[in-house]
């Protein structure tokens, strides 16, 4: 399954069963100044430390213990289907990847699922107070848009039962989930406005920030080979990469013999272009040598473990500042982003109060 549809499998996951994700497009916790995109196939992904306990003893989820209702809202109540699908979803994940739940984790995911569940059912029963019915059409826009993103109909509906929906309960949940983007917008998001003098003194308060390491703008052509091939079956890929090497030599265009033979696919498509990446974005075989080429030079084969690569660079960047005009839009959004949850939040809040808002769980 490629990156982008798990990502929208995500999404899926999120719309089903936590409401806290109807506001993360203005979540952005990057560094204003960073600009470096972590999508990339052959860039080292960010290593996060976690401080948990060695050898916590692992539990089980207790679905039977769950009452059949978690909240009430108005006196109207809230049915723990949300919060079940919720936690099957994440045991099924750390099931995936082999990692035991133990009580801290658990508890601490209930409480953010239960939470996350309440804030949207009351910012969703807001929402149809004030009249706010999204279009059927809208909605299956934003379901074709999901479908879009997956090979075909089966495997999008392979990701549905794997969360326990149907098509008919997701269209529901990205119904309610637009119309609390739709609340939102309208009680807080399109009023926050930031002034270019709060842009400009964030920028001259927070100069670290912006500090940018040196970066190459390079392309690569990868042949790979599997991560237990044996000696002669390496040697097979590498005597192919041999003759593309020996064809850029003679002159042919770097771009459209990545087109045609590279197996980074995504790269492929733009000629080999990875784009503007620092010495920490690469893994560090291409690294070593990406940054020892200059402008317009094309290395010999460098092996890692993805296999072998041809690596051709186009500009240096070096270490500096990013300027203020570059910098602007994301340090907008920053601060709008701050000012919006924070609005967010008390909104919530007041409206959990006025709606006798009362957990059951």
Not at 3 to 16: E, G, H, Q, T, Y
Not at 63 to 78: F, H, L, M, N, R
Not at 291 to 311: A, Q, W
């Given at each position: 399954?490629?990156?982008?549809?798990?990502?929208?499998?995500l999404?899926?996951?999120?719309?089903?069963?936590?409401?806290?994700?109807?506001?993360?497009?203005?979540?952005?916790?990057?560094?204003?100044?960073?600009g470096?995109?972590?999508?990339?196939?052959?860039?080292?992904?960010?290593i996060?430390?976690?401080?948990?306990?060695?050898?916590?003893?692992?539990?089980?989820?207790?679905?039977?213990?769950?009452?059949?209702?978690?909240?009430?809202?108005?006196?109207?109540?809230?049915?723990k289907?949300?919060?079940?699908?919720?936690?099957?979803?994440?045991?099924?994940?750390?099931?995936?990847?082999?990692?035991?739940?133990?009580?801290?984790?658990?508890?601490?995911?209930?409480?953010?699922?239960?939470?996350?569940?309440?804030?949207?059912?009351?910012?969703?029963?807001?929402?149809?107070?004030?009249?706010?019915?999204?279009?059927?059409?809208?909605?299956?826009?934003?379901?074709?848009?999901?479908?879009?993103?997956?090979?075909?109909?089966?495997?999008?509906?392979?990701?549905?039962?794997?969360?326990?929906?149907?098509?008919?309960?997701?269209?529901?949940?990205?119904?309610?989930?637009?119309?609390?983007?739709a609340?939102?917008?309208?009680?807080?998001?399109?009023?926050?406005?930031?002034?270019?003098?709060?842009?400009?003194?964030?920028?001259?308060?927070?100069?670290?920030?912006?500090?940018?390491?040196?970066?190459?703008?390079?392309?690569?052509?990868?042949?790979?080979?599997?991560?237990?091939?044996?000696?002669?079956?390496?040697?097979?890929?590498?005597?192919?990469?041999?003759?593309?090497?020996?064809?850029?030599?003679?002159?042919?265009d770097?771009?459209?013999?990545?087109?045609?033979?590279?197996?980074?696919?995504?790269?492929?498509?733009?000629?080999?272009?990875?784009?503007?990446?620092?010495?920490?974005?690469?893994?560090?075989?291409?690294?070593?040598?990406?940054?020892?080429?200059?402008?317009?030079?094309?290395?010999?084969?460098?092996?890692?473990?993805?296999?072998?690569?041809?690596?051709?660079?186009?500009?240096?960047?070096?270490?500096?500042?990013?300027?203020?005009?570059?910098?602007?839009?994301?340090?907008?959004?920053?601060?709008?982003?701050?000012?919006?949850?924070?609005?967010?939040?008390?909104?919530?809040?007041?409206?959990r109060?006025?709606?006798?808002?009362?957990?059951?769980?």
């Amino acid at each position: 399954m490629s990156r982008k549809v798990v990502i929208i499998v995500l999404a899926l996951a999120f719309l089903s069963g936590s409401g806290a994700y109807i506001y993360s497009g203005y979540n952005d916790k990057s560094a204003p100044g960073d600009g470096s995109d972590d999508d990339k196939d052959f860039t080292l992904p960010k290593i996060t430390k976690t401080h948990e306990a060695k050898n916590v003893a692992s539990v089980k989820i207790d679905y039977e213990s769950i009452p059949e209702v978690i909240a009430k809202i108005d006196g109207v109540p809230v049915s723990k289907e949300s919060y079940v699908r919720a936690l099957a979803g994440f045991e099924r994940n750390m099931k995936k990847i082999g990692k035991p739940i133990n009580q801290q984790m658990l508890d601490k995911l209930k409480g953010s699922i239960i939470e996350n569940i309440i804030n949207t059912e009351t910012l969703a029963r807001q929402a149809r107070k004030d009249g706010i019915i999204i279009d059927s059409s809208k909605v299956e826009e934003r379901l074709a848009s999901m479908k879009g993103n997956f090979p075909d109909e089966k495997h999008f509906d392979q990701a549905l039962a794997g969360l326990g929906l149907t098509r008919d309960q997701l269209k529901k949940e990205i119904a309610k989930t637009m119309s609390v983007q739709a609340l939102l917008r309208r009680k807080i998001l399109d009023a926050i406005a930031i002034t270019d003098e709060q842009v400009r003194d964030y920028y001259d308060l927070n100069q670290l920030e912006f500090e940018t390491e040196e970066k190459v703008h390079c392309a690569h052509i990868l042949l790979k080979f599997d991560k237990n091939a044996t000696d002669e079956e390496k040697a097979k890929v590498k005597v192919k990469i041999e003759g593309i090497l020996e064809k850029i030599k003679q002159g042919s265009d770097f771009g459209e013999l990545a087109r045609a033979n590279s197996k980074d696919k995504r790269s492929a498509e733009k000629g080999g272009d990875l784009g503007e990446l620092s010495r920490r974005q690469l893994i560090p075989e291409v690294a070593e040598v990406a940054f020892t080429l200059e402008p317009g030079e094309v290395s010999g084969i460098v092996e890692s473990r993805f296999g072998y690569h041809i690596l051709k660079v186009f500009k240096r960047i070096p270490q500096g500042i990013t300027p203020f005009e570059k910098a602007r839009e994301k340090i907008k959004q920053r601060l709008k982003s701050k000012q919006a949850q924070s609005k967010i939040r008390e909104y919530v809040d007041n409206l959990r109060k006025e709606m006798n808002v009362v957990k059951l769980i």
